[in-house]
């Protein structure tokens, strides 16, 4: 009877104790990844000039890291034979497969936003609706911070399965634009001097890249009424909406004191486009 069932019994390539070793190295791994992300964190925002180079590589580390970890753990704690350990990724692998189909896409997905890098951490994104900063591309999800401060994870197969609008690709500045709504009687030469020097006297401005002043005509429930876009670049992604906010504070303020416009126009051009 001992017999028959030691017979059924399937042998157990490692013991307890590689178990147990095997348990305490990936615990260990999991913290030292934890704790060497926020060190290089806080080191990226220590280190101005080197910020997005730096949050770059984190992804890239978490990779390598987990990667020797499960070969450490599978290799040389548990000390499984090659024909045994292709076996089990074989079997495991069609067992996940089906079980977890959508994390499988993810995962893969996560490698291919890797090696294709349509965008990089620190990175200014839309995807899924969601407009923010890029902190984290995982094997999972890619997080983005929107300007409200909310944290958002969306799915890597999502994410390569639609459009990605990425405003800086790579670089720290980024173009930011402010839009304005005149009347039509507006001096126009007056008024692109104002929103140029706006721009160019702004502490958060890249004067390396050129600032641009654009007016068109549109009309709104049968009333002309001039729409300035006023593009100018930020130094740093992370001055975007400051930069934004001060650049239009700056315009308005100008345009009332120089009498190039009265607040009842400026009501009235809000009034007809709100209709």
């Known amino acids: 009877m001992i017999e028959s069932i030691k017979e059924h019994t399937p042998d157990i390539p490692f013991s307890v104790g590689q178990f147990f070793w095997a348990v305490i190295f990936f615990i260990s791994a999991l913290l030292i990844i934890k704790y060497l992300t926020q060190f290089l964190e806080a080191l990226a925002e220590r280190w101005t000039n080197l910020r997005l180079t730096v949050k770059r590589l984190i992804p890239v580390i978490r990779i390598i890291t987990w990667t020797m970890t499960f070969y450490v753990i599978l290799v040389n704690i548990l000390t499984l034979q090659m024909q045994t350990l292709i076996a089990f990724t074989a079997s495991a692998g069609i067992a996940i497969g089906f079980a977890a189909q959508d994390i499988l896409k993810n995962i ?40 409200d401060d909310n944290l958002v994870s969306i799915p890597n197969g999502e994410v ?21 709504y005149l009347p039509p009687e507006i001096d126009i030469p007056r008024l692109k001097k104002i929103a140029y020097r706006a721009a160019a006297v702004s502490r958060y401005v890249y004067l390396n890249k050129p600032i641009a002043v654009i007016i068109k005509n549109e009309v709104h429930e049968a009333r002309s009424m001039l729409k300035m876009r006023l593009k100018a670049y930020v130094l740093d992604i992370r001055y975007e909406f400051p930069f934004a906010s001060e650049m239009t504070e700056t315009v308005i303020q100008e345009l009332l004191q120089q009498r190039l416009v009265t607040p009842d126009q400026m009501a009235a051009v809000v009034e007809a486009k709100q209709k």
Do not use: W
């Open 108 to 147: 893969f997905g996560g490698l291919m936003l890797l090696l294709d890098r349509p965008f990089q951490v620190g990175d200014k994104i839309e995807a899924g609706g969601h407009y923010g900063e890029v902190v984290q591309i995982g094997l999972r999800t890619v997080r983005i911070v929107t300007p």
């Open 160 to 180: 390569m399965n639609q459009a990605v609008s990425n405003a800086n690709a790579g670089e720290p500045n980024c173009q930011v634009v402010a839009e304005f």
